[in-house]
């Protein structure tokens, strides 16, 4: 029973299953399967009696599966982790990890269009859901690509870059990600690889709706935590980091966005105060673990 480090290697390991397990016999829940690297380090520190119930929405990740009879391996979107908790007679857990993002092998795989090396512009994590990264770039409008190019990808020139999209779009349909880098390469601004992923990061946020799957995946752990359950998210980008830090402290999204009645006590308690960064050593073994973030809350 190996993860498979090949496939991804986990990031601020040790600091998320010691933050995520209270109790050695209790039920928990890894969002984000993937190389199954912090799965296999949870079932590792669980008695017998433990149970794991791990989701991913990439039909890849699968492959991946831990023989371990207490680990059950669910090909889903993390948004519907109520749903099939229910199917599986449990209704509350003591502890949720997401590890957010891609995995390793999501971006090298050039098939899944994640890469500007890639030929294909698709980006679905699963490639079942309806719009791929080519529907989006082809179908917004000028408006919703500035919104999405400046807010997750943080590009300068992002309104200088939507209008040059659109413009491209008119003479003929960007197919592939070669038709976008062309219409991009203009208006590249700084460093031209950091400019391209932080393009790139942005499409894939919007292909995967990864923000509304994240504030569903919040919501639903208030319900489905049990008292002193524990709450562990990696982020990787900004915006996720944000909407973490809000909603572990008052139960909002951003900073006026409320969903909870503010007059009554929020239920969840921030565990650290700061994010849990990985030390130079981490960074200088994984340099896809620079940008981690990992947030602890316990449901009060
Ligand atoms: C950073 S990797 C996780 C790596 C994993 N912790 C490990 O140790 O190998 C993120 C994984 O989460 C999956 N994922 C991302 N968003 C998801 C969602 N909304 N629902 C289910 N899986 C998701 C991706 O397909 C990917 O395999």
Redesign the pocket.
Known sequence: MK?NDA??K?VLLDQAVEGLISDRDGLYVD????????AKAILDNLSPKGRLFA????KD?LANKLHDDRCTLIH????FIRNFLRYHGVEKVHGILA?????SF?LDELSKGFSFDSEDLDMR?NPASPISAADLINQLSEIELLKILSEYGEVRNAKTLARAIVQARLSAPIKNTQNLIQAIEPVIMGHRTRYLAQVFQAIRIKV?D?IG?LKELLTTSIDILAPRGRLVIITYHSVEDRVVKHFMKSGTFGPDISLFNPSHDWILKTINKKPIRPDADEIRRNRRSRSAKLRIAERI
């Open positions: 993860p496939f991804h986990p969002a984000t399967f993937g190389g199954g690297g912090h989701f991913d929405q990439d990740a889903s979107n993390f948004r590890d957010l993002g891609v995995s999501q994590m995967n990864e799957a």
